[in-house]
């Protein structure tokens, strides 16, 4: 299997549930310590060998683009791919804007998660085609989780719309949101599928739904637990003050 050599990080959003945080910074530039989230992201990728990296802006797109550029100057080869109307559409849509890089394979990142290092090496070095990387569910976590097999295999996503009352999250795994998606499948199934999606005006979808298509007619993904290292998704000012503890154990 070819080597993926890109990834595609997906940051045009807001963050209208960090508040006033969002207010001057676009979501990827919240500060958890040191670093901002997409500072901390982009340098686990540079550390682990990725070096072309195509980003998605939207929101405060220019500030966002000036942070990058000058925090790694010539350490990264960016791409700024802007969604001009990240306001009215979803990541499938800013997913679908970055398409023409996909199809040697790529690595898959959402820009509001905080993680180790050895985070991201894991799914590098990994050595199955299709992997999304994911955890144990734990009760403060949201969004989509799936169930694996005794091998590590994925036998079903649910979306979050798909967990309705009385939801069983006791065997569930949570996407951290990152993912590896090979040549073969995203020229087969995924670009034709985000296509399609958006071709029919569905634009205000997740691009998890077409892997949860992909799963469901039997395409196989690895569910890789991470073995090392801590990670959170920062959705609120909660998960933040969270991620603060875990990482560096700041009450606040």
Request: hydrophobic share 40%.
């Amino acid at each position: 299997m070819k080597e993926q050599k890109t990834a595609i990080i997906l940051a045009a959003g807001r963050g209208s549930r960090l508040k006033e945080l969002s207010l001057e910074n676009p979501k990827p530039m919240t500060v958890v310590h040191d670093d901002t989230i997409i500072e901390n992201l982009v340098r686990a990728l540079i550390t682990s060998g990725i070096k072309k990296i195509v980003v998605v802006i939207g929101y405060m797109a220019d500030k966002l683009q000036d942070h990058l550029e000058q925090k790694f100057n010539s350490k990264a080869d960016f791409v700024f791919v802007n969604n001009e109307i990240f306001d009215s559409t979803n990541n499938i849509y800013s997913l679908w804007l970055a398409r023409e890089y996909m199809a040697n394979g790529f690595y898959l990142f959402e820009a509001d998660v905080y993680c180790d290092n050895s985070i991201i090496k894991q799914l590098i070095d990994c050595g199955d085609s299709d992997i999304m990387l994911v955890d144990k569910y734990q009760s403060q976590m949201d969004g989509t989780v799936v169930s694996l097999d005794k091998s590590g295999q994925v036998l079903k996503m649910f979306l979050k719309k798909n967990q309705v009352d009385q939801f069983n999250y006791g065997d569930k795994f949570k996407t951290i949101n990152f993912y590896r998606i090979s040549p073969e499948f995203s020229i087969n199934y995924f670009l034709p599928k985000l296509d399609e999606h958006i071709q029919g005006k569905d634009v205000g979808s997740y691009y998890e739904q077409i892997i949860k298509e992909a799963v469901d007619e039997g395409y196989a993904f690895k569910g890789l637990v991470p073995s090392t290292g801590k990670w959170w998704e920062i959705d609120t000012k909660e998960d933040l003050v969270h991620t603060r503890k875990i990482f560096y154990n700041i009450e606040q």
